[in-house]
């Protein structure tokens, strides 16, 4: 069983659309491949794949302060020392409240409170859902509940759920589609895989933060390869994108267009290679996928 990783560092520059297209046509190949959505605050992979949960299950990834009443004496210090200003006094019964959507866990309360009064409590942090695609093959999607931070702890917990399911399924291939950014997510949703498709487009933002994630990714020495996409947004950024990946010996799998057919293939809740099987878009997808398929 192969796990792979799409990141693009940036949000917005096409990952879910590919991660999505690759795991159709993975599909089409008669592979039995399972899709993991681990962008947990915005999941939008579903969306594009439309399914039928089956089941849900809660993700315990932090823990929260709770009070035991029958110890505490509402002395209020850790009211004076919680830095997230999560813990109040009732004007109601006087009793100490903590509010768990602005508690972090840091525990300093524990350590403050003079009658021990207070625990460190493991907290749920989100669920996933496990659904079936209209494509047939499983998809599972991370949700973070309201106010809750993306810890890499709640994705690592998510591909491990994953796993599980896979191996229900007999699973060839994983496909994840990892969270934006360079942070603790995005390292849990690598840390481990065969293989990650870099994703960027040629702008100096999309640049910029290709180049965090792809130093995350060179250092735990992942096998990976870049994919450009709306490649016609600026020819002096693509240009440069060659040069980097040439100076860092990053395979580039191709490129793929501006086209208007993506935007309105999202809005059908629809893969670009389903809405549009001849868009520009779509083709140059099939050709990239057709040398990704070599390498994996």
Same mark, same amino acid.
């Given at each position: 069983?192969?796990?792979?990783?799409?990141?693009?560092?940036?949000?917005?520059?096409?990952?879910?659309?590919?991660?999505?297209?690759?795991?159709?046509?993975?599909?089409?190949?008669?592979?039995?491949?399972?899709?993991?959505?681990?962008?947990?605050?915005?999941?939008?992979?579903?969306?594009?794949?439309?399914?039928?949960?089956?089941?849900?299950?809660?993700?315990?990834?932090?823990? !929260?302060?709770? =009070?035991?009443?029958?110890? +505490?004496?509402? /002395? $209020?210090? &850790?009211?004076?020392? %919680?830095? #997230?200003? @999560? *813990?109040?006094?009732?004007?109601?019964?006087? !009793?100490?409240? =903590?509010?768990?959507?602005? +508690?972090?866990? /840091? $525990?300093? &309360?524990?350590?403050? %409170?003079? #009658?021990? @009064? *207070?625990?460190?409590?493991?907290?749920?942090?989100?669920?996933?859902?496990?659904?079936?695609?209209?494509?047939?093959?499983?998809?599972?999607?991370?949700?973070?509940?309201?106010?809750?931070?993306?810890?890499?702890?709640?994705?690592?917990?998510?591909?491990?759920?994953?796993?599980?399911?896979?191996?229900?399924?007999?699973?060839?291939?994983?496909?994840?589609?990892?969270?934006?950014?360079?942070?603790?997510?995005?390292?849990?949703?690598?840390?481990?895989?065969?293989?990650?498709?870099?994703?960027?487009?040629?702008?100096?933002?999309?640049?910029?933060?290709?180049?965090?994630?792809?130093?995350?990714?060179?250092?735990?020495?992942?096998?990976?390869?870049?994919?450009?996409?709306?490649?016609?947004?600026?020819?002096?950024?693509?240009?440069?994108?060659?040069?980097?990946?040439?100076?860092?010996?990053?395979?580039?799998?191709?490129?793929?267009?501006?086209?208007?057919?993506?935007?309105?293939?999202?809005?059908?809740?629809?893969?670009?290679?389903?809405?549009?099987?001849?868009?520009?878009?779509?083709?140059?997808?099939?050709?990239?996928?057709?040398?990704?398929?070599?390498?994996?």
């Amino acid at each position: 069983m192969k796990e792979i990783t799409f990141v693009s560092g940036k949000g917005g520059v096409g990952k879910t659309t590919i991660t999505a297209s690759f795991a159709l046509l993975l599909n089409n190949l008669q592979k039995k491949i399972l899709a993991v959505d681990a962008d947990a605050d915005a999941p939008n992979l579903g969306l594009i794949l439309s399914n039928k949960e089956i089941s849900r299950e809660y993700i315990k990834a932090t823990e !929260k302060a709770v =009070i035991d009443y029958e110890k +505490c004496t509402s /002395c $209020g210090i &850790c009211i004076d020392y %919680c830095p #997230e200003g @999560a *813990i109040i006094k009732s004007p109601n019964d006087n !009793k100490i409240k =903590i509010i768990p959507v602005f +508690c972090e866990g /840091c $525990g300093v &309360c524990n350590v403050v %409170c003079p #009658e021990k @009064a *207070i625990d460190m409590m493991p907290y749920e942090t989100g669920y996933y859902v496990h659904a079936i695609t209209e494509h047939g093959f499983p998809i599972v999607t991370g949700h973070l509940k309201l106010g809750e931070s993306g810890s890499g702890k709640f994705v690592y917990e998510l591909r491990n759920k994953a796993r599980s399911l896979a191996k229900e399924y007999n699973t060839e291939y994983i496909l994840i589609d990892g969270p934006p950014g360079s942070s603790c997510t995005a390292i849990a949703a690598i840390t481990g895989v065969s293989f990650v498709v870099l994703i960027t487009e040629p702008t100096p933002a999309s640049i910029s933060d290709l180049k965090k994630i792809h130093k995350i990714v060179k250092h735990f020495r992942i096998p990976h390869a870049l994919i450009i996409n709306k490649a016609d947004l600026s020819e002096k950024y693509r240009k440069y994108l060659y040069e980097f990946a040439e100076n860092e010996k990053i395979k580039i799998l191709g490129e793929i267009p501006l086209d208007k057919n993506i935007p309105k293939a999202i809005a059908h809740a629809k893969t670009i290679i389903e809405f549009s099987p001849d868009a520009n878009a779509s083709k140059a997808i099939k050709d990239i996928f057709y040398r990704f398929s070599k390498i994996i």
